[in-house]
């Protein structure tokens, strides 16, 4: 026998069995199998509360579109971006993007009107399933959306289900919005808060007018995801719905806005007047500067705008506050933020209210108009932008930054306007002052803050 038929005689009985059968192991061409998907049981552990992203909703045996579907996780809270289930005995799971601790939810109901019945349980796997909350209730002709709070009873998970149960009526519960928060890594911001208090459009006190938070609360890690929570990219994330309540009877807009508290949770210093909590401009009376907290001022912001309103009356329509300066009763400056639906870039302008007076506006990227075109320099939702509110005696200066360092700047004369006059104190004031009370009612404003630094200068005898 030759060397060559030997040879081949050896390789082809490497390659086979004693029965002669291919000992092969990689999967066959006509094979459509594949390895069973590995699931990762373990928990974890974090102290952070954040949006968690949802990357998929299926709904079984249910004959709406997959945009419909998408419509309860598209970030849109108006009636026209809403699901409505065919029957009242339904069932939704939401996919996360990444596993998480799953530690809260908003749900924002299509009617408000009633209460909506429902459980929510979580899974590793989409197949075994654990009950987080059973038998909820929601609350009937409310303002603010749904808070689903797990308390104790936080899961780790990767699916979650929500069994709709029907309405107070034995009717199908249409959603508008379903968000999930809680944790796959902690996050953590560095703006400091024990030197401001958070206005929110709850009245838990009852009052009539919306909730403060007060600066020791605030600092301590106060949060509420439907106004006021931490972003997994170390920010901290302020929303405004149109409706909600109101921070005096003389404001027509719902906020989430911080207020500058130069006391520090030193209530011996009261709120209002001139004194350690308050500012002044170094214009004023000698006898208003050794008072003052603190003399002139810079506001120094990192902000992305994330979410302005497209519903409502076309003056108010994408219109949001991002920052002011308050005095008394009147603001020497506000700062807005405007994107008009049909436009991918947002405007940014500012309003200098004299003492008792009219407003003057400067707009310093492109326009505020109802109308306005698209600003070919503007800012589109989500891009960071920097922005310095400065007073030295009455000049005041605003200058925004772009992300790709081009600066914008407005000077204005304050000479004439009257808050250099005694008894006039002023404070800053960041965050979401949604411009807008005329859009549906889970329309919303919503910005991520990643830097609010205040200075003053201090009086010297």
Same mark, same amino acid.
């Given at each position: 026998?030759?060397?060559?038929?030997?040879?081949?005689?050896?390789?082809?009985?490497?390659?086979?069995?004693?029965?002669?059968?291919?000992?092969?192991?990689?999967?066959?061409?006509?094979?459509?199998?594949?390895?069973?998907?590995? %699931?990762?049981? #373990?928990?974890?552990?974090?102290?952070?509360?954040?949006?968690?992203?949802?990357?998929?909703?299926?709904?079984?045996?249910?004959?709406?579109?997959?945009?419909?579907?998408?419509?309860?996780?598209?970030?849109?809270?108006?009636?026209?971006?809403?699901?409505?289930?065919?029957?009242?005995?339904?069932?939704?799971?939401?996919?996360?993007?990444?596993?998480?601790? %799953?530690?809260?939810?908003?749900?924002?109901?299509?009617?408000?009107?009633?209460?909506?019945?429902?459980?929510?349980?979580?899974?590793?796997?989409?197949?075994?399933?654990?009950?987080?909350?059973?038998?909820?209730?929601?609350?009937?002709?409310? %303002?603010?959306?749904?808070?689903? +709070?797990?308390?104790?009873?936080?899961?780790?998970?990767?699916?979650?289900?929500?069994?709709?149960?029907?309405?107070?009526?034995?009717?199908?519960?249409?959603?508008?919005?379903?968000?999930?928060?809680?944790?796959?890594?902690?996050?953590?911001?560095?703006? *400091?808060? %024990?030197?401001?208090?958070?206005?929110?459009?709850?009245? *838990?006190?009852?009052?009539?007018?919306?909730?403060?938070?007060?600066?020791?609360?605030?600092?301590?890690?106060?949060?509420?995801?439907?106004?006021?929570?931490?972003?997994?990219?170390?920010?901290?994330?302020?929303?405004?719905?149109?409706?909600?309540?109101?921070?005096?009877?003389?404001?027509?807009?719902?906020?989430?806005?911080?207020?500058?508290?130069?006391?520090?949770?030193?209530?011996?210093?009261?709120?209002?007047?001139?004194?350690?909590?308050?500012?002044?401009?170094?214009?004023?009376?000698?006898?208003?500067?050794?008072?003052?907290?603190?003399?002139?001022?810079?506001?120094?912001?990192?902000?992305?705008?994330?979410?302005?309103?497209?519903?409502?009356?076309?003056?108010?329509?994408?219109?949001?506050?991002?920052?002011?300066?308050?005095?008394?009763?009147?603001?020497?400056?506000?700062?807005?933020?405007?994107?008009?639906?049909?436009?991918?870039?947002? #405007?940014?302008?500012?309003?200098? *209210?004299?003492?008792?007076?009219?407003?003057?506006?400067? *707009?310093?990227?492109?326009?505020?108009?109802?109308?306005?075109?698209?600003?070919?320099?503007?800012?589109?939702?989500?891009?960071?932008?920097?922005?310095?509110?400065?007073?030295?005696?009455?000049?005041?200066?605003?200058?925004?930054?772009?992300?790709?360092?081009?600066?914008?700047?407005?000077?204005?004369?304050?000479?004439?306007?009257?808050?250099?006059?005694?008894?006039?104190?002023?404070?800053?004031?960041?965050?979401?002052? +949604?411009?807008?009370?005329?859009?549906?009612?889970?329309?919303?404003?919503?910005?991520?803050?990643?830097?609010?630094?205040?200075?003053?200068?201090?009086?010297?005898?």
């Amino acid at each position: 026998m030759s060397r060559f038929i030997i040879l081949l005689l050896t390789l082809l009985l490497a390659n086979c069995s004693i029965d002669g059968s291919n000992e092969e192991t990689t999967k066959n061409e006509d094979d459509n199998t594949t390895p069973a998907e590995v %699931i990762d049981y #373990s928990e974890i552990t974090c102290s952070a509360t954040y949006d968690l992203p949802i990357a998929e909703v299926t709904i079984p045996e249910q004959s709406a579109s997959p945009s419909e579907i998408a419509y309860m996780t598209d970030g849109v809270k108006t009636v026209s971006s809403a699901w409505q289930p065919n029957a009242s005995q339904t069932f939704i799971t939401f996919k996360l993007e990444q596993k998480s601790l %799953i530690k809260e939810f908003v749900i924002s109901w299509l009617d408000n009107t009633v209460a909506h019945n429902f459980d929510i349980s979580t899974s590793f796997d989409d197949n075994e399933w654990h009950s987080l909350a059973t038998n909820i209730t929601s609350t009937a002709n409310y %303002i603010i959306a749904d808070r689903i +709070n797990l308390s104790n009873s936080a899961q780790t998970g990767s699916y979650i289900k929500l069994q709709l149960n029907g309405d107070e009526n034995n009717q199908a519960s249409g959603i508008i919005e379903f968000e999930a928060f809680g944790c796959n890594q902690e996050a953590a911001h560095n703006i *400091e808060l %024990i030197d401001w208090y958070l206005s929110v459009q709850t009245d *838990e006190d009852n009052n009539g007018k919306s909730d403060s938070i007060k600066e020791t609360a605030l600092a301590d890690g106060y949060f509420d995801p439907r106004f006021f929570y931490p972003s997994a990219d170390s920010g901290l994330v302020f929303t405004s719905s149109v409706k909600g309540y109101k921070t005096s009877t003389n404001t027509k807009y719902v906020r989430s806005e911080l207020r500058e508290m130069l006391r520090r949770g030193n209530s011996n210093h009261k709120t209002q007047g001139v004194n350690k909590n308050n500012w002044v401009f170094s214009s004023a009376p000698s006898a208003d500067l050794s008072k003052a907290g603190g003399i002139d001022g810079i506001l120094d912001v990192e902000v992305a705008v994330n979410s302005v309103t497209t519903t409502g009356e076309d003056y108010q329509v994408g219109r949001v506050i991002i920052g002011q300066i308050h005095a008394n009763d009147d603001e020497p400056v506000r700062l807005y933020y405007r994107k008009l639906p049909n436009n991918s870039n947002g #405007s940014i302008y500012i309003a200098h *209210e004299l003492l008792e007076g009219d407003d003057t506006y400067y *707009e310093l990227i492109g326009s505020r108009s109802n109308n306005a075109s698209n600003p070919s320099d503007g800012i589109p939702l989500n891009e960071k932008f920097s922005y310095q509110i400065k007073v030295v005696g009455n000049q005041l200066t605003v200058t925004v930054t772009k992300n790709d360092n081009q600066t914008y700047t407005q000077v204005v004369d304050m000479s004439n306007s009257r808050y250099d006059e005694g008894g006039q104190y002023m404070y800053f004031k960041a965050g979401v002052y +949604n411009q807008n009370n005329s859009g549906d009612l889970h329309d919303y404003v919503q910005a991520t803050f990643y830097k609010i630094d205040n200075a003053h200068e201090q009086y010297e005898f």
